[in-house]
């Protein structure tokens, strides 16, 4: 196949940044779409130029390092993939495929197509954990959680942290990322003793991140590479209310 | 250099116990005053940082992602073993430990061995505490599921992504601490250097990924928790960024690196596509549960799957291993798929493969049963190969997967240098030859949580130090050798770029000193590698300059130190006269095709001490006494 790019580059924060046309030559179907910007950097770097930036690393869909537009869509076409699942075969011979990082105010852009997401960080380190100490701890079984809370609860819990979610939305919102979080240890009999706190904080660190508010057009849904669902959005909000009360 | 492993006196199942008695404590109000520097944020890394954290201990924590959850440890599948017996088929601390010594080949340290199998038990609690998914029951019970070298059902899993959960139970207590302020996190910070003064670990130079500066860390210990090498084949399984050059850095420093040539390879991978194939994907262990493991009878069989008649098919693991199955280690089941395929009966267009079925599982269980255990894991085959598993078998092949040799650590988990700890796959110390499926996690949560915490302690409160700054010499000269270094690889500016040269490298690595060796394919190795390491000095090119993000020079850097580790791997490989786990040499093995110790003369941990220049290094050995466990010919028949 012979593509050509339209590549967003920008040498760091302040840069203004702008589109770049690279033709990628020569790939074959069976690559993965990070593979085909391999190759596409190794024939920049024989020139001279400097590669494009991205972040990535497992190359398997879990760490959640990479993410990138695609044609306006975040992961690119498809459903339930991050963009490192992405494979060749979902395009055709002589496609233009525009590339451009993640654009959201609480993502700025790094260099290129790598984006600062330690907006994440700090609204998980805001009460996205319980306050279980090593040692101590009775045993497993000693805690039941029946089998439909559990699922429920990994559903939530298999967030990747990838930023999909924020990039959809025409709001940036965070809602997705935060209430899959809140959802999870909200199910569990172990989130119950912070639940009101941990959604009171967790929710006052996104707003002074400003991502924005849902206004529930579930784009992060439909491009969230783990599929989790809007419905742990509905549960946010009810454990904000209810925190309130 | 004398090598002391400290392993405790007592009985075995005291030792542990004894020694967290006899170790000495730091008061709780003093803690504050211990600066601790851990390095990597994967199970490990997270998991210690956020124990020491707790303890009161000033923990400062590096990793060269933007977060801590990024960490290879996020990308494990199948599960964590455990000894809690919840299956009531017979488990106990002292099978965990006989499997595992086993499953290793007779290779590792008894005394860590059982101390893992004692401490394993009290992860799961931990994780379940923390909020960990964990696979449940009807009745809200802790599920289990059996591994390879294992009849117990004894793996405790979330779906397939038992490794993702794990690390994010960790990072939550990691985020607790950073909180709470007792962690201080750098993000994107590659370790370059250790920096010693007057004999011991005293710090680190770290280069800012994002502006490229130099900085100089000063502590009272150091933590590397850095994960594994299997990046040196460049084709592996690991991440992407997964390389060893803080523990290869340390290794000039002075630190022992054990066994390099102890490296697994995963029997179920997804085969290599084609030249482009930049690293390879992993399908959990776990699905050899219910998956079924054949080839054709015939000799380069061109059919297809479905139109091969049952009694056509050859189920070679179930008939060469009848009570294991297609559960038989790692190690074993690599070596008979690379063997079928050697001998022509490999299937897929490459014929580099072998069919992992699971129609039988699918006919007795139903889809949606398998759907429920193994979905995401069949959903990435299907991604990646285009092929729908539920209606042909998968096709695999072995890949790099892991490294069980490491740096080389006492009981303690301390290195050969003073201060510097060594944890999880990074260190050498409890996987032996080969490692047991669900064992990792295991390993490297034991480690952090409830074995580095008290030896960390006892060697803060044993120790005097002298007050270290930034600014001093050891530092100054460590950041001017780094920052040389730096200049030295952007002003060769050559033709060829560092994935070009570290997949030639890695080429070397997997056809001579991947599954099968022979002498004479190491020798050969021997003389490839330093050939392309002199000739990667002289024409790598690398764009872009060294004050902001510059991933071209970051994998130079790391592939650099790969191919220094690379040819320390073909020598341990070379001087390891016998086969032990996935350790391979062709001239010895049994009738059978079986991997063949020589206990007599190689019973002992090879200990390697960097001389002041590659391919040189100097041997020290730790003997292995096997008290407990009577060393046989390993069988699984």
Known sequence: MNLTLKVWRQKDKNDEGRFIEYSAKNISPDMSFLEMLDIVNIDLVKKGETPIVFDHDCREGICGSCGMMINGRAHGPGRGIATCQLHMRSFADDDEIVIEPWRAKSFPVLKDLMVDRTSFERIMRSGGYTSAKTGGIPDGNSILVPKPVADEAFDAAACIGCGACVAACPNSSAMLFVSAKVSQLALLPQGQAERETRVQRMVAQMDEEKFGSCSNTYACEAECPKGISVVHIARLNREYITAQL | MTIKSNIPKGPLDKKWSNHKFNMKLVNPANRRKYKIIVVGTGLAGASVAATLGELGYNVHSFCYHESPRRAHSIAAQGGINAPKNYSNDGDSVYRLFYDTIKGGDYRAREANVYRLAEVSGSIIDQCVAQGVPFARDYAGYLDNRSFGGAQVARTFYARGQTGQQLLLGAYAALNRQIDAGSVKFYERREMLDLVMVEGKARGIIARNLINGKIESYAADAVVLATGGYANVFFLSTNAKASNATAVWRAHKRGALFANPCFTQIHPTCIPVSGEHQSKLTLMSESLRNDGRVWVPKQKGDSRQANQI?????????????????????RDVASRRAKEMCDNGYGVGSSKMAVYLDFADAIKRLGKDAIFEKYGNLLDMYKQITGEDPYQVPMRIYPAVHYTMGGLWVDYNLMSSISGLFILGEANFSDHGANRLGASA?????????????????????????????????????????????????????????????????????????????????????????????????????????????????????????????????????????????????????????????????????????????PGSPKLNKEKLDFEEVHPSQRSYK
């Open chain 2, 309 to 329: 008649p049952e009694n056509e098919r050859d189920y070679y693991l179930e008939r060469l291993y009848p009570s294991f199955g297609n559960l038989v280690p």
């Open chain 2, 441 to 613: 996690l295991m390993q490297g949560l034991a480690d952090g949580y409830f074995i580095a915490p008290y030896t960390i302690s006892n060697y803060l409160a044993s120790n005097k130090f002298s007050p270290v700054k930034e600014e001093q010499k050891e530092f100054t000269d460590a950041e001017n050798s780094v920052t040389s270094t730096i200049n030295k690889l952007l002003s060769i500016d050559g033709n060829k770029t560092v994935d070009e040269f570290h997949r030639e490298f890695g080429k070397v690595m997997w056809d001579y000193v991947g599954m099968g060796r022979t002498k004479q394919g190491l020798q050969k190795a021997l003389k490839l590698l330093p050939e392309i390491r002199s000739k990667f000095w002289k024409e790598v090119k690398i764009t872009g300059n060294a004050h902001d993000i510059n991933t071209e020079l970051e994998k130079a850097q790391r592939v650099a130190d790969f191919m220094e580790l690379g040819e320390l791997i073909a020598i341990d490989a070379l001087h390891r006269e016998e086969s032990c786990g996935g350790h391979f040499r062709e001239e010895f093995q049994t009738e059978e095709g079986e991997a063949k110790r020589n206990d007599k003369k190689f019973s002992y941990v090879a200990a390697w001490e960097f001389s002041g220049k």
